[in-house]
């Protein structure tokens, strides 16, 4: 018991210590999901002490539990996967819940082929396979857990700028997805209005291949048309990437105010990585998210999360890399 929990207070310092220094890096999903699994098994030896069949009852229901919900996830991927080809098109990005529910029965499969044949390589690229798998599990957990705490996290008050991301347009009309961040960002401006403050609202956004204007361009006329003044929004026109928009819309509002301070508005599943690249880009401000429809979630947050995999390539490379070397050691 006292081992368990021990190690999930030793997590939990490291978490808050990481957390006040810095919001915006992934390291604090990796020691908050820690904490709550060494907390969890400090639980599971402090019923034994109580009750041995209540803590063999709450291990089987872990144990039997755990697989299940990764069935029904993976079929619930594919459904979400043809959702998306339906709604959305056949764009590779919408494709990535449906690779991965797939992805996961063709594991299965291929793990039952290699216990047929009997193949000492099979068997290693098995191993191979289930190792690379459950560290990428682990970090896409750490990864959603945080996400889910960042997303219900008080930022600091009295904003000098709302930075709107742009993220397409459909020739020169603003699609539902952004429109959703236009309104989130209109709702936290007026709020602070009506409390007698002055920030300003920066559409970020160039224009892209079959866009008729720059998307900052459209969304100004979007939060106009809404009913916000033309001479509280800025345009920064020039960003083809987050990171251009975060970088190109530090600038303007350094321009206005040196020590300024911002809230960064995206999409929901966006906003976690908005906020890692707002720290790559040295930008002070935390970021907002906006809803999203529910179909579009899957996606979309396999899509960030590979994102950020890719930000990290070294040091995952050589995690995997490790992984794949202690898999194969054996063959020779």
């Not at 098109?89 to 044949?117: D, E, H, K, W």
Request: with cysteine.
């Amino acid at each position: 018991m006292i081992f368990g929990f021990g190690i999930a207070a030793f997590w939990f310092v490291l978490f808050v210590v990481s957390f006040l220094r810095d919001r915006r890096v992934l390291r604090n999903g990796i020691y908050l999901v820690l904490t709550v699994l060494f907390a969890g098994i400090g639980t599971v030896f402090a019923l034994a002490e109580i009750n041995d069949r209540a803590a063999s009852l709450l291990i089987a229901l872990v144990l039997l539990g755990l697989p299940l919900t990764i069935v029904v996830l993976a079929f619930a991927l594919v459904g979400n996967g043809v959702v998306m080809l339906r709604r959305e098109g056949r764009r590779p990005a919408n494709l990535l819940s449906l690779a991965a529910g797939a992805g996961f029965f063709a594991f299965v499969v291929f793990t039952l082929i290699v216990q047929q044949t009997g193949s000492s390589f099979l068997a290693a690229v098995n191993t191979a396979l289930l190792g690379v798998i459950g560290y990428v599990s682990f970090l896409f957990v750490c990864f959603l857990a945080y996400a889910f705490v960042y997303a219900r996290i008080r930022f600091f008050r009295r904003p000098d700028f709302v930075v709107v991301l742009g993220s397409g347009l459909r020739g020169r009309r603003v699609p539902p997805l952004l429109a959703s961040r236009l309104d989130k960002a209109q709702t936290v401006w007026q709020k602070e209005r009506d409390k007698g403050r002055t920030p300003l609202l920066i559409t970020s956004g160039g224009q892209g291949p079959g866009e008729e204007v720059a998307e900052a361009v459209a969304m100004a006329d979007y939060l106009v048309d809404h009913g916000v003044p033309a001479d509280a929004v800025l345009r920064e026109d020039r960003s083809t990437t987050t990171f251009e928009n975060l970088t190109f819309s530090a600038t303007l509002m350094a321009e206005r105010k040196p020590k300024y301070r911002c809230l960064i508005v995206t999409n929901n599943f966006h906003a976690l990585r908005a906020a890692f690249t707002a720290r790559k880009a040295d930008v002070n401000g935390q970021v907002l998210g906006s809803p999203t429809a529910l179909y579009f979630w899957p996606s979309a947050t396999i899509r960030e999360f590979i994102a950020v995999l890719a930000d990290h390539k070294l040091a995952n490379g050589i995690i995997i890399g490790l992984i794949l070397l202690s898999s194969f050691a054996r063959l020779f």
